[in-house]
Structure formats: structure tokens, C-alpha cells
């Protein structure tokens, strides 16, 4: 195992130490939702919070598996560089970046599966984010196999669960209920910091879109420009509300909870309904 190490890490520079660092930034949570917000916002509603809902629950599933395996990281090993630690907190297995890469690409293939610019793009990030984890030395080659097993797992599963779950008639009371019971049970078993920001996110996100979907109706569709003012208004708006909250969630994990589950609403309605109000969304088809 260390001579695997030795070998993809022989040749580094700054410039590539930079590249690999970039590559593993982007395989990211904080990424990812970006992503999932502008497509929400100026390609596909529907498609994005499906997207969404399958990511979230693979990455809460990723820290409930680490904590359940507890496997140490391979940092302070004899002969492995380990750098960007920042990336690397907590427990090894599975690989978080590798996780979430299979499971937002594959999700993506599974919509836009036809287009052949998705399938490159898809293929060169799930394998780079994966190699980038060992050539930085934060995760076990089992890490990243591991993370790419139980994405798949996350996304055919959900493929399954998505030709019933979303076309049963079920009411907008008990649509709002599910969305704020099920995150909080999660919380009994996963009360970490990225637990209480990934349950309040979910809440307000889920909640926020079944309030869309019942009241708003909201058009997403505009051309480059809106959607691109939008989307620098609707992100700039929604990170100075976390940045107003940020003295308070240093000093109180749970304060994640209220003030994620109003970024989560804001993402999904309160946002779209500033765009109808103000003219930015999309024409009547």
C-alpha cells in the first residue's frame, strides 16, 4: 500500500498540488449545492430538487457509514504526503468525494444521459475527484472504491424509489410533515456539525419546494444573462444571510439548524418568489 502511495505521489510540484487540490474543491458538498441551485433556479425545478434529495441522503448516509466504520485516514503514515487537510476531517471510509461525485454524475446520466459532453464530463470528474483524494493522501485506495459502491447503491436505488415516491397523491400537510420529521429522526444518529447543517438544510429545502410547487408555480427558464443576475443576486443574498448568522454558529452547533433550514427555504421558494416579483423569471410557455 505504501509503495501504491510512493508511486502516484513521486512526481509533485505546487502546480500540481494546485490542480489536484482545484479538482478535489470541486468534489465538494459546498460545490454541489451550488450546482443543484442553479440548475433549480434557471434549468429544471423538478430536476433539480430530485437531484438534490438523492444527494443530500447519499452524503448523510456517507457520514453515518464513516462513523459506523471509523476507519482512520492514512495522514501521518511513514512515506504518504498528506496535504489540504482541511478537506479531511473526520473518519476515512467511504470516501465522501467519491461518493458524491458517483452519486451527482450518475443521477446527471440518468436525466441527460444522451448528451455525450455530460458522459465526459461525468466520467473525467467521478475518476479525477477519486484520484485526486490519494494523490493529496487523505484516503485509502478502499476509500474511494468504497465511495464509488455506495453512490451507485444511492442513485439505482433512488431511480427505483422515484417511479413511485413523487406521483403518489399525497397532500401538501403531510408532504410538509415528512419533510421536517424524517431529517430530525436522521438527527438522533448523526448529531455531528454536518449533521445539524444537512438536516436543517433538507428541511428547508424540501419544505420550500412543496410551498413552491403548491403556490408559486415558478418558471425557471430565462436566457444567459437574467438567469445569470439572478443567480449572483439570489447567492449573494443567501451568503450574507449565513455570513450575518456565522458568530453564532461557531459558538452553537445547533443554531446550523434554524438558520440552514431558512438557507434551504430561500433556495426553493423564497428566492424564486423575489425572481416573479421582480420580473426575472421565466416566460409563460
Known amino acids: 500500500m505504501l509503495a501504491f ?32 441551485t ?17 444527494f443530500l441522503t447519499s452524503m448523510a448516509y ?15 503514515q511513514p512515506c504518504i504526503r498528506s496535504i489540504y487537510l482541511s478537506s479531511a476531517p473526520g473518519n476515512s471510509f467511504p470516501s465522501g468525494h467519491s461518493q458524491g461525485a458517483a452519486t451527482f ?18 466520467i473525467f470528474m467521478i475518476l479525477g475527484i477519486g484520484f485526486s483524494r490519494l494523490y493529496l493522501g487523505v484516503h485509502w485506495p478502499g476509500d474511494i472504491l468504497g ?21 403518489l397523491p399525497i397532500s401538501l400537510s403531510s408532504k410538509l410533515l415528512i419533510s421536517v420529521t424524517l431529517p430530525l429522526l436522521f438527527l438522533l444518529v448523526y448529531h455531528t456539525t454536518a449533521g445539524w447543517q444537512m438536516v436543517g ?8 419546494y412543496f410551498l413552491e410547487d403548491a403556490f408559486l408555480d415558478y418558471r425557471e427558464r430565462t436566457r444567459f444573462a437574467p438567469s445569470l443576475f439572478k443567480t449572483l443576486v439570489g447567492l449573494t443574498l443567501l451568503g450574507l444571510w449565513l455570513w450575518l448568522c456565522s458568530p453564532l454558529t461557531q459558538h452553537y452547533t445547533w443554531v ?21 416579483r421582480f420580473g426575472w423569471e421565466g416566460p409563460l410557455e
Open 5 to 36: 502511495y510512493q508511486a502516484i505521489q513521486s512526481i509533485h510540484n505546487p502546480s500540481i498540488d494546485a490542480f489536484f487540490i482545484l479538482l478535489s474543491f470541486l468534489g465538494s458538498e459546498q460545490t454541489y449545492i451550488l450546482l443543484i
Open 38 to 54: 442553479v440548475l433549480f433556479w434557471n434549468v429544471d425545478k423538478r430536476f433539480g430538487f430530485r437531484l438534490a434529495v438523492v
Open 62 to 76: 456517507n457520514g453515518f457509514l464513516k462513523d459506523l466504520f471509523h476507519t482512520p485516514r492514512p495522514i501521518g
Open 105 to 122: 454524475y450518475l443521477y446527471v446520466w440518468h436525466h441527460w444521459g444522451r448528451q455525450k459532453l455530460w458522459l465526459i464530463i461525468g
Open 147 to 167: 465511495g464509488y459502491l455506495f453512490g451507485a447503491i444511492m442513485v439505482f436505488g433512488f431511480q427505483r424509489l422515484d417511479e413511485t415516491l413523487f406521483k
Open 201 to 208: 438544510f433538507v428541511i428547508g429545502f424540501t419544505s420550500g
Open 256 to 276: 446550523y439548524l434554524p438558520v440552514l433550514t431558512i438557507g434551504g427555504l430561500w433556495t426553493s421558494f423564497g428566492a424564486p418568489y423575489m425572481f416573479r
